[in-house]
């Protein structure tokens, strides 16, 4: 199994960021799939995940609507929107499937 995330990177405060986790080698739709960050220095945390059924799911009472997951299983692919991000958002964010982890991808929300 293995799981590929893209689309981190360099944001003002209040910009928009779509990171992407395509899964590979594993039936993508059987199970739910999440997302998590590291901020530098600190716990990794939870911060969204979807079910089989898409019901979503906040992982973290910050998230404050600003992010959105949902998936497409024709692609093998999970997607989390975040928008109005905060220099707090700053981290690692990792797609978690199955109890295999992504590469993680750097998001730095910055002025």
């Known amino acids: 199994v293995r799981l590929e995330e893209s689309g981190g990177g360099v944001v003002q405060p209040g910009g928009s960021l779509r990171l992407s986790c395509t899964v590979l080698?594993?039936?993508?739709?059987?199970?739910?799939i999440g997302w998590f960050r590291q901020a530098p220095g600190k716990e990794y945390e939870g911060v969204s995940c979807?079910?089989?059924?898409?019901?979503?799911?906040d992982l973290r009472d910050g998230n404050e609507g600003r992010f959105t997951i949902w998936r497409e299983n024709a692609k093998s692919t999970a997607y989390l929107q975040m928008n109005n991000l905060k220099p707090e958002d700053t981290a690692v964010y990792y797609c978690?499937?199955?109890?295999?982890w992504g590469q993680g991808t750097q998001v730095t929300v910055s002025s």
């Open positions: 979807i079910s089989i059924r898409d019901r979503s799911k």
């Open positions: 978690k499937h199955r109890g295999a």
């Open positions: 080698g594993f039936t993508f739709e059987d199970y739910a």
